[in-house]
């Protein structure tokens, strides 16, 4: 580009183009309007005019300037001096600023990544050099004086920036006094824009190898696109260090704070070397902050006028005076040793938790005279009502707790003890109640050992047997709650024992085996018979194993008792032998067969001798066998060693064991009226026509019951 072309520093870097990121060393680009407020700017200005004003009179004098070649290059050695010296000055004063210059009508050569930047289409960018004095301008300057006025303001500038060194402005100075490094200027600074172009472009690679093109790259862009942008605020940089004194403060002020905190803990805690904890109770009464002196200040006061009052049941209430009993305090070093158990440092406990001591208190009385007046309290003197402890209650259903009983009876010892207690410290009332000085039950309702009872009592009374009698018998719990019981020490027991006896009364009852019955005969008499082998007959032996296993199981069934083997009636009641019987009339010596209640068959008969050895046993039986052609064999005679008899018969019916039944007996002449007393009684059988054998034979079986009577 050429040196008319009117850019700034053109005239300096006359065909020279570097980037922008080699001119702009570290700061952002700011906004045009920024530019004007530059110091540097308005020197560099100066600058180029002065430049412009040396260059013109260096080509009216060409002979001149070539004439010395070898002053030339001394003058032009040190005009590269001074444009390094210069171009540091301006580069410190760039950073020092914190200013971009933004060259108008110019394009920023873009860096593509791992590239070098290129150039635009457009224009190519043409930087002026930091240093802004040239031979050029020292011309200028000695031909008008206008040079070196604005030498003197630019280094005045420079100087307020601290920018500009001493050496720098004393070159300045000396650059107008000789005619010949005017004429010298434009050669030896157009080598040296050359060398500070140079320059300037190793200092933009060290830059680029710091990472900060691209940064100022993308600045500029942003700059180009909103040049309207806002400058950043001027307390911005100051917040981090705002922050910090902030922080600084704040661990001052903690660090007091901690220090006061500590130095209070540690005073109160001195405080409770000497004093109770708060919160603290001594043998019942309040102490808190106080010291060992206090305590023992109080204790004495108390002895003073001391009265005990005691409360009894029904408000009756006794006193016990102090001076009844000569009462007087003792000092002693309990009071100081339960000071001495409580950590002073850890007195903030004391206010989440409640302290108590309990100290001997030291007091002598009159121990005689104190026993005296306990055992003419009304309570003592009152009638004894001992206490009942709560136990299990059956109330009709289940079993349920029944409360305790208090009574009035008191408990002398713990009497005794409490009210010296009282005395020992101070204590204004006494409550016997309260204090448990009344004898108190093994038990209350809320004992777990009384609810545990009642339970297990209860497991027996879910069963139920129901017998079928004539009525039906039922063992439920109210008949089982008799049977379980709880001891003192609620222990429950099931009886067995009492099923037992229950047994043997329900065998009584319903046991109708020899019994005396009522019958009333076909001819419309009504007897009692009595005796024989027929009826009910319970085995209670059997039926108790049974029974007890129903109960504990908690069955609940219907069932029939277990009976003897052969006790077994027709029927449940006064007539257990039903409808369907025979009977016998030993008084009218005849005999009938009923059949669902109606006379089926009937018969004279002749019984036994009316004698023990042979008559005809009265009472209730059953037929046990039957058979045919069946030989009669009576007792051994001992005399002969043969049985008494032997008779065949054709039909053959047992009633005993023992040798009684029916038969037909056809060597009997007649049958009925006197005959078996007569002569012609049997040996207890009852005879029978051989006919009405045969068809009671045929039409009674086996375990029909029989009634023999008078």
Not at 440 to 453: M, N
Not at 635 to 642: A, L, R
Request: hydrophobic share 30%; with cysteine.
């Amino acid at each position: 580009m050429s040196e008319k072309s009117g850019r700034p520093g053109d005239d300096f870097y006359a065909g020279k183009q570097i980037s922008l990121d080699d001119y702009f060393l570290d700061e952002d680009v700011d906004h045009p309007e920024e530019k004007r407020n530059n110091p540097v700017d308005d020197i560099e200005q100066k600058g180029r005019s002065g430049r412009k004003a040396g260059a013109e009179q260096n080509k009216s004098q060409p002979k001149k300037a070539e004439a010395a070649p070898e002053g030339n290059r001394r003058q032009e050695q040190k005009s590269a001096d001074g444009r390094y010296g210069k171009k540091s000055g301006v580069q410190e004063a760039f950073k020092e600023e914190k200013k971009d210059v933004e060259v108008p009508g110019q394009q920023i050569m873009k860096k593509e990544d791992g590239k070098k930047p290129k150039k635009t289409e457009d224009a190519s960018v043409e930087i002026a050099s930091q240093e802004p004095v040239s031979g050029g301008k020292k011309a200028g300057k000695a031909q008008g004086g206008q040079g070196r006025k604005k030498e003197g303001t630019r280094s005045r500038r420079l100087e307020e920036a601290g920018e500009v060194s001493a050496d720098e402005r004393k070159r300045g100075a000396g650059k107008s006094s000789s005619d010949s490094r005017r004429n010298n200027a434009e050669r030896s600074s157009s080598n040296s824009r050359r060398s500070d172009a140079e320059e300037f472009s190793a200092d933009a690679r060290k830059d680029n190898q710091k990472g900060e093109r691209k940064k100022r790259e993308e600045q500029w862009s942003s700059s180009r696109k909103n040049p309207q942008k806002k400058q950043r605020p001027a307390g911005e940089g100051k917040g981090k260090s705002g922050k910090r004194s902030g922080l600084k403060v704040l661990g001052i002020a903690a660090g007091i704070f901690a220090v006061v905190v500590s130095a209070l803990y540690i005073g109160v805690s001195l405080f409770f070397t000497s004093h109770f904890y708060i919160n603290t109770k001594i043998n019942g009464h309040e102490f808190s902050a106080k010291s060992v002196e206090d305590v023992e200040r109080f204790m004495r006061a108390q002895v003073e006028d001391y009265t005990l009052t005691i409360v009894e049941k029904e408000n009756k209430t006794d006193t016990v005076s102090g001076k009844d009993i000569s009462l007087k305090y003792e000092e002693n070093k309990d009071i100081k040793k339960a000071l001495e158990k409580q950590n002073a440092f850890l007195w903030p406990q004391a206010f989440f938790k409640k302290n108590s001591a309990e100290v001997t208190i030291d007091v002598s009385y009159d121990h005689e005279a104190l026993d005296h007046l306990i055992d003419n309290l009304q309570a003592v003197k009152a009638e004894q009502i001992p206490a009942t402890s709560a136990y299990p209650k059956f109330d009709g259903t289940q079993f349920v707790v029944e409360p305790e009983v208090t009574g009035t009876a008191v408990d002398m010892d713990i009497l005794r003890q409490k009210v010296k207690d009282a005395v020992s410290e101070f204590q204004p009332e006494l409550k016997m109640e309260e204090e448990g000085c009344y004898a108190l039950p093994q038990y209350t309702s809320e004992s777990v050992e009384v609810k545990d009872a009642c339970n297990e009592m209860n497991k027996y009374l879910q069963a139920s047997i129901t017998y079928t009698m004539d009525e039906p018998i039922v063992v439920d719990r109210g008949m089982i709650s008799n049977w379980v019981t709880a001891d003192e020490n609620m222990n429950v027991t099931f009886h067995e024992d009492a099923v037992r006896a229950w047994l043997a009364e329900f065998g009584q009852r319903y046991d109708t085996v020899g019994t005396t019955r009522t019958i009333t005969s076909p001819q419309g008499r009504t007897v009692e018979v009595s005796g024989g082998t027929y009826g009910w007959g319970v085995d209670e032996d059997t039926e108790f194993a049974a029974l007890v296993n129903s109960i504990r199981n908690g069955e609940v069934i219907t069932k029939e008792p277990a009976y003897c083997v052969g006790q077994t009636a027709a029927s449940h009641g006064p007539q257990d032998w039903g409808s369907t019987y025979a009977e016998v009339d030993l008084a009218v010596q005849h005999m009938w067969y009923i059949v669902d209640g109606v006379v089926a068959m009937e018969s004279d008969v002749v019984t036994g001798v009316p004698i023990p050895a042979k008559e005809t046993t009265p009472g209730v039986f059953s037929i046990l066998e039957k058979s045919l052609n069946k030989t009669l064999v009576g007792e051994i005679v001992p005399s002969t060693g043969k049985p008494e008899y032997e008779t065949p018969v054709a039909f053959w019916m047992r009633i005993t064991w023992s040798g009684i039944g029916f038969h037909d007996a056809t060597w009997q002449p007649a049958f009925g009226g006197s005959l078996y007393s007569s002569g012609y009684g049997s040996h207890g059988c009852v005879n029978m026509p051989y006919d009405a054998a045969s068809t009671l034979y045929n039409m009674m079986p086996e375990g029909t019951p029989v009634i023999v009577h008078y």
